[in-house]
Nanobody
Framework: QVQLVESGGGSVQSGGSLRLSCAAS????????MGWFRQAPGKEREGVAT???????NYADSVKGRFTISQDFTKNTLYLQMNSLKPEDTAMYYC?????????????????????WGQGTQVTVSS
């Protein structure tokens, strides 16, 4: 069964950096999309960044130029490097994966496009 385990969250000051990791196991998809999503208190979950099995990436406008998504195929791990963090980046960050070989994918930054989710890791940015 698909398992996604996030780590790397924490508390940092504004302008700081964090790197999130998502260890994936229990599946072997030749074609997929993986992504990072976040949910702040009282707000809806939103897409942050995604990457597919061909390395194509998508970013939310709010994080472009500050966040970088990457993947290590040998470790089955997804990363999110977050630089120049702002208080508005404070949220629970979730990893998600969706196989795309059979049905493709809708909007890669839409949470409705993903079936499998991790439990999340908290990121808190103080001003």
């Amino acid at each position: 069964q698909v398992q996604l385990v996030e780590s790397g969250g924490g508390s940092v000051q504004s302008g700081g950096s964090l790197r999130l990791s998502c260890a994936a196991s229990g599946y072997r998809y030749s074609s997929y999309s993986m992504g990072w999503f976040r949910q702040a208190p009282g707000k809806e979950r939103e897409g942050v960044a995604t990457i597919d099995s061909d390395g194509r990436t998508n970013y939310a406008d709010s994080v472009k130029g500050r966040f970088t998504i990457s993947q290590d195929f040998t470790k089955n791990t997804l990363y999110l490097q977050m630089n120049s963090l702002k208080p508005e980046d404070t949220a629970m960050y979730y990893c998600a994966v969706e196989p795309t070989e059979r049905y493709g994918l809708g909007d890669p930054l839409s949470l409705e496009s993903y079936t499998f989710w991790g439990q999340g890791t908290q990121v808190t940015v103080s001003s």
